[in-house]
């Protein structure tokens, strides 16, 4: 829709929140510091600086807290939460759409089942004993493999490896590190979101499992035999290994590392470059190396 006009009776109709000032038309989102007429912008906060931006520049719309909404002379649109309202606006009236398609370089087995409405990138390869939902997105040079199950409307950007072998092994009697078969699957549940060179291993005998509406950050490592569960985010450089779970609506900073088989409730938040050796209980923020709690939300 980028490219069409909207004006600000037509974002507050969507909204279902007051505009207070002029409908003015709308042609594409700004950055604040790079706004001007015709763009529409968000402020989460108020301080003297955006303010002046905002009388600078001019945009045709602005959604915003509340104080910044008192002090303004910008057509605005109140809110209590101004970058979620921004976010819905974008999906409404700015997303990009086209039909998917399956580029021709695209590498699908026999035996593997694509769903309907699907999009697969070029040099991608999907193995035979993958399912892909219908309206799944597959990046160029993704690759599935192995026994992998994808539901709806699940994204995988590019270069991430989805169900190879694992990194499992043990000493022999003559020292040598014998590899442990991975013998499981992946599944993902519907709306997971994979950034891009992300990898995630196969069961060993059980499954790999990512819950609906999981979003799982680019340059994430997953292991086998996790589970993450409903709603939970996960940034960028995070190592989880093999056997750990955890719980819904979960906040993982980038650069954490989960060791293996550790369990982590529900609305744990994780902070920047953690280590968590041990369980962690619902509610906890916790942050260090090794992690600790810091306080309960």
Same mark, same amino acid.
């Given at each position: ?141 993704? #690759?599935?493999? /192995?026994? !992998?199950?994808?539901?709806?409307? *699940?994204? &995988?950007? %590019? $270069? @991430? =490896? +989805? ?75 995070? #190592?989880?290994? /093999?056997? !750990?779970?955890?719980?819904?609506? *979960?906040? &993982?900073? %980038? $650069? @954490? =590392? +989960? ?39």
């Amino acid at each position: 829709m980028k490219g069409k006009t909207i004006t600000g009776q037509d974002v507050a109709q969507f909204l279902k929140k007051p505009l207070r000032g002029k409908s003015l038309p709308i042609l594409e989102p700004a950055d604040i510091n790079r706004c001007g007429p015709r763009t529409i912008v968000w402020v989460k906060s108020f301080t003297d600086e955006r303010l002046e931006l905002l009388e600078q520049r001019r945009p045709a719309l602005v959604i915003c807290d509340n104080e910044t909404g008192r002090k303004t002379t910008v057509p605005h649109i109140v809110s209590t939460n101004p970058r979620l309202d921004f976010i819905k606006v974008l999906s409404k009236f700015f997303k990009f759409t086209h039909k998917p398609v399956i580029h021709h370089t695209a590498l699908i087995e026999k035996g593997a089942s694509v769903g309907k409405n699907v999009g697969i990138g070029a040099f991608a390869r999907i193995g035979r004993q993958v399912s892909i939902g219908d309206d799944c997105v597959i990046g160029s040079g993704v #690759v599935l493999e /192995g026994k !992998v199950e994808l539901g709806r409307n *699940c994204i &995988i950007k %590019p $270069n @991430s =490896v +989805i169900g190879c072998q694992g990194f499992g092994f043990e000493y022999n009697e003559e020292g040598k590190p014998l590899h442990f078969l991975h013998l499981g699957k992946i599944i993902f549940e519907d709306d997971v979101w994979i950034g891009s060179c992300t990898t995630i291993e196969l069961g060993t005998l059980g499954a790999t499992t990512i819950q609906k509406e999981c979003k799982i950050d680019d340059l994430v490592q997953i292991g086998h035999n996790v589970t993450i569960g409903t709603k939970t985010l996960v940034m960028a450089n995070t #190592v989880i290994c /093999g056997g !750990v779970i955890i719980g819904e609506r *979960c906040w &993982i900073a %980038p $650069n @954490s =590392v +989960i060791k293996e088989k550790v369990r982590i409730g529900n609305s744990v938040t994780i902070g920047l470059g953690s280590v968590v050796l041990r369980d962690i209980d619902d509610g906890l923020i916790v942050a260090g190396v090794p992690a600790n709690p810091i306080k309960k939300k």
